[in-house]
């Protein structure tokens, strides 16, 4: 309590002094402020970015209040203090705080960490030492908090092995509670914390990295992994809900501006398109629906607890919702006329998605996005992305006649067997949507380009591919450049410094480790913010480990090549990122797989699961004959 | 047809670091939350009928905040206070609501001045602050540059005193009218009192029609 105090009194003192005071002080509608004293295990759930971002992370909210429903535990929060933020706390020696009860994290039993993606990294690091908290595992004895991790990023643990106890692999739902079930378990037998990690390392979906040694061909290849203790699972395997739970409704409503102020629903999880660059796509099957009735009461309840303006439904593919019709229509009659702005992101490019979103059209209106990703056939059919350019035209030509003055089109660039060609397809299109554009509404008419670079990431049917050379990357932007030129058309980039870290960072086994610490104690940090010039921090860094980093972006992958991450299993098999792979190489597509099973594994694996809940949830087909290699039998 | 409210509120705890533009924003997600029937303007962006009366500097705390909000219907007091309070994030609270006429002027129009107090967070010399207010009031005019633009600080000044209770604080009246808004932490500057040691709270906004009945010599 005194503590409190007097981190308040130095609070009131630095505050004036930063920008966005608000980042720092908590109290928000709907956040849960216990009584420290009477709950048994206490968890600081952290977002390594600023809160602008961090705060309307929906990983992050279902486990806050996952927590916080239990009488036992409580969950708070904490996230990266911006540079003047931090130069005060280090300067007035003011541990990292959370924000309900302003107690230090060095003072709680489990930090968990959100890793989404992999720029991260360092900012974890930096928010680690700003706890007072040693950064290496091996480091951090029972006295501090035990650190876990999860998130997409972390389906590739290896760089930030020796610095996170324990990742959880997967959705969180249930993993994080039963570690923290374990947590109290070990704390009531006093023993040593290596034994707590023994312990949560028999949880499936647990992977403790120091119980693991990585091991390496005298190329610098990776040769296997050896479990130290025979108790431990040789592959840890993804956790899933078989059941997608209750969506959160009582969302956190920042008392300051936030980058998203509003409400998210997860319409369903999961997706079937098969888009061979897709991290997301591979890691989060199987596709799981929630039904019109669920997401609608999560909107109500959510409204009601937020007061907020905006509603998104997210999904990685809202157009294959199975009921999206059903689901705008009753949105619609819901809500229309009560100033709320209602999101769909990720429509399929044809001109149904244009009559959802003039359903969702209230008195506010957002913009209109679409992903056509490619331009050039060919390298349509290498991603798997197929969609004709007759159908981007028309669609785009009702987008514009409907309402819509600016077109937002994603396209991605940096495929190894993409050409300059296939790259001034890309303007050319643009132009051509543009043309349609300025038919429908004349020279109202806009089209933004956003050009991303393609990082071959791991457990997708690319992660055999090499990344562009940054040479390459700055010559197909440059031509987009001097292409997009001209009234009605913005093109957006990534700086391809930006994009070879993400890479290393994606693609790195146990050894970029090293780096990333080197790099984090010279100063690298918001890795993920342009603004911040790292990258020559980072070049320094490798030097320093001797690692070469064109090692771990520029190389091809021989087919058989043992990757670091092959011991953490996402359900989807490598023989099928294989065959992808090879499907790729030699332009072959393959369909919607609710149509056909291509038997990734994923029914395999959780097939326990999808017993547990029948019928209409998983959108699989159901395979009904016993697995022979050409034999899948499609119900209905 | 709209009915206008008038509420009087304070600003507390971790609040007092949301802006005004943000603060705006909190009431209209308030109403919503407590399910009353908002007025919203007409057109193709519609905003909630809201207004503040004169911004609160990011930092301050406040026992005495004005706001007037628009309703499509008319409420009673008291079940309008209560739907309210029980939809108020921490650090908000009500002091009074009242239902004013729609003819009165908008609220920004109609402000005056303010009243603030400030707390020392360290100890000060006391004598040493006396002999500074003095040489402030009694000079005839305090050029100051604010955001690259000079203005005279001096007439912005009502009243400025030091209150010699334990703990001593700072008493000042300062000019709140459109245009012509005098704010406490150029009175500190003036008076080589970093403002990060101090903590400032408005105890009242005089409006207009107040005037009359006090005795300001405006």
């Known amino acids: ?636 | 047809m709209n009915y206008r409210y008038r509420i009087n509120y304070s600003k507390k705890e971790g609040m007092r670091y949301t802006s005004n533009l943000d603060i705006h924003k909190m009431w209209e997600r308030t109403f919503r939350r407590a399910k009353l029937p908002l007025a919203y303007s007409q057109g193709f962006h519609p905003q909630p009928k809201i207004q503040q009366a004169s911004p609160l500097p990011l930092g301050f705390l406040s026992d005495f905040e004005i706001v007037d909000f628009f309703l499509e219907q008319e409420m009673d007091l008291s079940s309008l206070e209560t739907a309210l309070t029980n939809s108020l994030p921490f650090g908000i609270s009500i002091n009074s609501i009242t239902q004013i006429n729609l003819l009165e002027p908008a609220l920004q129009t109609h402000t005056i001045a303010s009243e603030y107090q400030v707390v020392f967070l360290e100890e000060f010399d006391a004598i040493k602050i006396i002999e500074s207010i003095h040489v402030l009031i009694s000079k005839e005019t305090v050029i100051r540059v604010r955001r690259g633009k000079s203005y005279d600080l001096r007439p912005l000044i009502l009243d400025l005193e030091i209150i010699l209770e334990n703990p001593i604080y700072l008493k000042m009246l300062l000019m709140s009218k459109d245009g012509a808004t005098g704010r406490p932490e150029e009175v500190l500057s003036e008076l080589n009192i970093p403002m990060e040691l101090t903590r400032i709270i408005r105890k009242k906004i005089i409006l207009a029609n107040e005037v009359l009945d006090n005795k300001l010599g405006l």
């Open chain 1, 1 to 636: 309590m005194n503590q409190e105090k007097s981190l308040l009194n130095q609070l009131e003192r630095i505050l004036p002094l930063v920008e966005k005071p608000g980042r720092y002080v908590g109290g928000e509608y709907n956040s849960v402020v216990k009584n420290w004293d009477e709950v048994s295990t206490k968890i600081a759930l952290v977002f390594p970015d600023i809160y602008d971002i961090g705060l309307s992370n929906l990983g992050l909210q279902i486990l806050y209040e996952n927590i916080n429903q239990r009488g036992d535990c409580l969950a708070e929060r904490a996230y990266s203090p911006w540079q003047d933020m931090e130069d005060l706390l280090r300067k007035n020696e003011i541990p990292l705080y959370s924000l309900e009860t302003k107690t230090p994290l060095r003072d709680f039993d489990i930090l968990g960490f959100t890793l989404p993606y992999e720029t991260l990294y360092t900012n974890t690091l930096n928010l680690l030492n700003l706890s007072q908290i040693p950064i290496r595992s091996e480091k951090r004895g029972k006295e501090f908090p035990l650190i876990v991790a999860g998130g997409h990023a972390t389906y590739n643990p290896e760089p930030m092995a020796p610095f996170i106890d324990a990742f959880l692999i997967g959705e969180g739902e249930e993993i994080l509670l039963e570690v923290i079930d374990a947590y109290k378990e070990w704390k009531k037998e006093g023993l040593s914390k290596s034994e707590l990690l023994l312990k949560i390392s028999s949880i499936d979906g647990v992977y403790v990295p120091s119980l693991y040694d990585p091991q390496y061909n005298s190329d610098g290849t990776f040769l296997a992994v050896k479990t130290k203790n025979k108790n431990v699972p040789k592959k840890v395997t993804k956790r899933i809900m078989g059941k997608l739970p209750y969506a959160p409704t009582r969302f956190i409503v920042p008392s300051i501006g936030v980058v998203h102020n509003r409400i998210a629903v997860e319409i369903m999880r999961g997706c079937t398109r098969g888009c061979r660059f897709c991290h997301a796509g591979m890691i989060n099957r199987p596709i799981r629906e929630r039904t019109v009735q669920e997401i609608i009461h999560s909107i109500e309840t959510g409204l009601e607890n937020t007061g907020f303006e905006e509603v998104a439904l997210l999904s990685l593919s809202s157009s294959d919702y199975t009921n999206v019709l059903e689901l705008v229509e009753e949105i619609s009659n819901k809500f229309s006329g009560k100033n709320l702005t209602i999101s769909l992101p990720s429509l399929r490019i044809d001109s149904f998605s244009v009559d959802l979103m003039e359903k969702l059209k209230g008195s506010r209106q957002g913009g209109f996005t679409l992903a056509p990703e490619a331009a050039s056939e060919r390298m349509r059919k290498i991603i798997n992305k197929p969609i004709s350019e007759e159908m981007l035209l028309t669609t785009a030509f009702e987008i514009f006649k409907r309402g819509w003055h600016t077109l937002k089109l994603y396209f991605m660039i940096g495929h190894p067997s993409e050409t300059l060609e296939d790259v001034a397809e890309i303007a050319a299109l643009c132009k051509k949507v543009l043309a349609v554009g300025v038919k429908a509404i004349g020279r109202r008419a806009k089209v933004h380009a956003g050009v991303s670079t393609f990082v071959p990431k791991p457990h997708t049917p690319f992660q055999w591919v090499a990344c562009d050379q940054q040479e390459s990357i700055r010559q197909k932007q440059n031509l987009l450049r001097e292409e997009l030129k001209g009234p009605g058309l913005k093109f957006n980039w990534t700086d391809p410094k930006e994009t070879i870290m993400e890479a290393w960072l994606s693609r790195g086994d146990r050894r970029l480790a090293e780096v990333i610490e080197t790099a984090w104690k010279n100063g690298a940090k918001f890795d993920a913010w342009q603004d911040f010039k790292n990258y020559d921090i980072w070049m320094q860094a490798f030097r320093e480990a001797n690692l070469d980093p064109d090692f771990y972006v520029h190389r091809e992958r021989s087919i058989d090549e043992v990757f670091p991450w092959d011991h953490i299993y996402p359900g989807v098999k490598k023989t099928y990122l294989k065959t992808e792979y090879l499907n790729s190489l030699s332009l072959r597509l393959r369909g919607d797989c609710r149509e056909q099973c291509y038997a990734c594994g994923i029914t395999q694996t959780f097939n326990h699961l999808r017993k547990e809940d029948p019928g209409i949830v998983w959108k699989c087909p159901n395979i009904s004959q016993p697995r022979s290699k050409n034999e899948l039998s499609i119900p209905n």
